[in-house]
Antibody, heavy 119, light 111 residues
Framework: QVHLVESGGGVVQPGRSLRLSCVAS????????MFWVRQAPGKGLEWVAV????????SYADSVRGRFVISRDNSKNTMFLQMNSLRGEDTAVYFC????????????WGQGTMVTVSS | QSVLTQPPSVSGAPGQRVTISCSGS?????????VHWYQQFPGTAPKFLIC???NGPSGVPDRFSGSKSGTSASLAITGLQAEDEANYYCQSYDSSLNGWVFGGGTKLTVL
């Protein structure tokens, strides 16, 4: 079974940091690009970041560029999102997702992990 | 405001056909980038449904179909069923933003 499982969410104060993890199983992790997508409470989906299969290419949404860092460890089938200088508007469920093709279709999603930024 | 514009809600009776539009611009849909559609039930992760060229994962009923014309795309659902009641999102790439964008989402209500 193909699975993605996120972890690392929680409640954090503004300005602090948090690191999310996404563990993959059931497929060859190191040949797929991966996304982070978030969803604020009651809102729609927002692309956060993407990383290529070999970590050579990374891209970020304007809203998080310079504060968030995406990375992966293919030896551990794991992707990470280091979130620094967190703000209230970063409060959301964070999903990791597998990129199916070059056009960015996301065919496998994790269940999500909640991040709440609040004092 | 989302770069891709979707109607906040649509509705239809069981058995009917409904369409959900996704309006973009020359830097995303109009530039020829694929449009992908996702279905999301409250409290769960999104599920990939289909592309505008009707490519999609196996297991998705052929009642769902995608299309694209100019700077807009549409998701059509025929033979509407109660289980189709969910939120639907479109997604594409935007060359001006150098990133991926989602529509604001459409809530489908089956009457």
């Amino acid at each position: 079974q193909v699975h993605l499982v996120e972890s690392g969410g929680g409640v954090v104060q503004p300005g602090r940091s948090l690191r999310l993890s996404c563990v993959a199983s059931g497929f060859t992790f190191n040949i797929y690009a991966m996304f982070w997508v978030r969803q604020a409470p009651g809102k729609g989906l927002e692309w956060v970041a993407v990383i290529s299969d070999d970590e050579s290419q990374k891209s970020y949404a304007d809203s998080v560029r310079g504060r968030f860092v995406i990375s992966r460890d293919n030896s551990k089938n794991t992707m990470f999102l280091q979130m620094n200088s967190l703000r209230g508007e970063d409060t959301a469920v964070y999903f990791c997702a597998r990129v199916m093709d070059e056009e960015g279709a996301l065919d496998i999603w994790g269940q999500g992990t909640m991040v709440t930024v609040s004092s | 405001q989302s770069v891709l514009t979707q109607p906040p809600s649509v509705s239809g009776a069981p058995g009917q056909r409904v369409t959900i539009s996704c309006s973009g611009s020359s830097s995303n849909i109009g530039a020829g980038y694929d449009v992908h559609w996702y279905q999301q039930f409250p409290g769960t992760a999104p599920k990939f449904l289909i592309c505008d060229n009707n490519n999609g994962p196996s297991g998705v009923p052929d009642r769902f179909s995608g299309s694209k014309s100019g700077t807009s795309a549409s998701l059509a659902i025929t033979g509407l069923q109660a289980e189709d009641e969910a939120n639907y999102y479109c997604q594409s790439y935007d060359s001006s933003l150098n990133g991926w964008v989602f529509g604001g989402g459409t809530k489908l209500t089956v009457l």
